[in-house]
């Protein structure tokens, strides 16, 4: 009898992933480094996955490559992105492969399955004046000020994600030396230097008048005392918190939805490119594991080049 191929059925009606799935999501923590942020996004792809089994009557050790493809099928049915497809494959072969590797399957029926080709798109960087008026947004002395100068300041002038510049500890920062130790995905660490404008604000911000303002007189969790930086109510700033400090400041010189936090990341490697840096620095500094990664940014200076070429050369212009 056919398989029905319909639509995942809700993920809310799978409510715990079989323990093979939990053992892979552990091996992918504890082997591997995978940021929470991945893991949940790997939980949430393969509760889907599950989903569609049940739906269709199959169980983990009987899949088949039709199941596969008919996951696919269903979730661009369901209007999903290619992104998200691709990324819902990724998981499903991860999965299947951590199956035979254990020893709990002998065939993985994602072998010849090829996750959907997703066009790369250029980063939506920044122009450098936008960048200024953004910095220059943040007004007063005040301790939140001083804060909040010094997350913009360190997001553009390292290239930082938002998850290092949360997790960054008093430890990290060597302002003597010029640096902060970040830890970035794989739990990779890496040393970034720290330009002048961070570095002030950085300092503005680590003084009494600062950080020494918002700390409380006893600190409430384990690791709040060497945060970087805090909250209003003296614990250690999250991820969230931190992208609201980045949207309202940009809302504040109407930027609006085009700037986040990965956006001043873009920037920052973009704007380095523009002036001429080795790829090979920028990946460094961002902490690409390829080259290939960092290469996108030469593209966008490509387009770059062609718009400016075509606004001031006087014969540049071509026929539409």
Same mark, same amino acid.
């Given at each position: ?46 509760? *889907? /996955? ?86 220059? *947004? ?66 503005? /911000? ?36 931190? /992208? ?32 001429? *840096? ?28 062609? *718009? ?13």
């Amino acid at each position: 009898m056919a398989r029905p191929v319909g639509d995942p059925v809700d993920i809310a009606r799978v409510d715990d992933l079989p323990i093979e799935a939990e053992a892979l999501l552990g091996w992918l923590a504890v082997e591997r480094g995978r940021a929470p942020s991945t893991l949940a996004a790997y939980r949430r792809d393969l509760r *889907a /996955w599950i989903a569609h089994l049940d739906h269709r009557g199959v169980s983990l050790r009987e899949v088949a490559p039709a199941d596969v493809d008919a996951f696919g099928a269903a979730l661009r049915a369901a209007g999903r992105s290619g992104t998200t497809v691709a990324r819902a494959l990724v998981a499903v072969r991860s999965l299947h492969r951590f199956l035979v590797a254990e020893g709990l399957t002998e065939l993985d029926p994602t072998a010849d399955t090829e996750a959907p080709s997703v066009p790369r798109g250029l980063p939506k960087a920044l122009r450098e004046d936008e960048v200024e008026r953004l910095l220059a *947004a943040v007004v007063g002395d005040d301790p939140v000020a001083r804060r909040d100068r010094a997350i913009l300041e360190v997001l553009y002038g390292t290239g930082a994600r938002i998850s290092e510049l949360v997790g960054l500890s008093l430890g990290d920062v060597d302002l003597a030396a010029g640096r902060l130790r970040v830890l970035g995905k794989g739990a990779k660490e890496r040393v970034v230097p720290v330009g002048r404008h961070a570095d002030g604000a950085l300092r503005a /911000w680590l003084s009494d008048a600062g950080r020494g303002a918002l700390a409380p007189a006893r600190w409430r969790r384990r690791g709040d005392a060497d945060a970087v930086f805090l909250n209003a109510r003296g614990g250690r700033l999250t991820r969230q918190g931190a /992208w609201g400090v980045v949207r309202r400041h940009g809302d504040a010189v109407g930027l609006g939805p085009r700037l986040t936090p990965h956006v001043l990341r873009h920037s920052c490697a973009t704007h380095m490119v523009d002036h001429g *840096a080795d790829l090979r620095a920028v990946q460094e500094l961002l902490g690409h594991a390829s080259v290939s990664t960092t290469q996108v940014y030469t593209l966008v200076s490509t387009e770059r080049l062609r *718009a400016v070429y075509d606004a001031a050369h006087p014969r540049a212009h071509r026929p539409s």
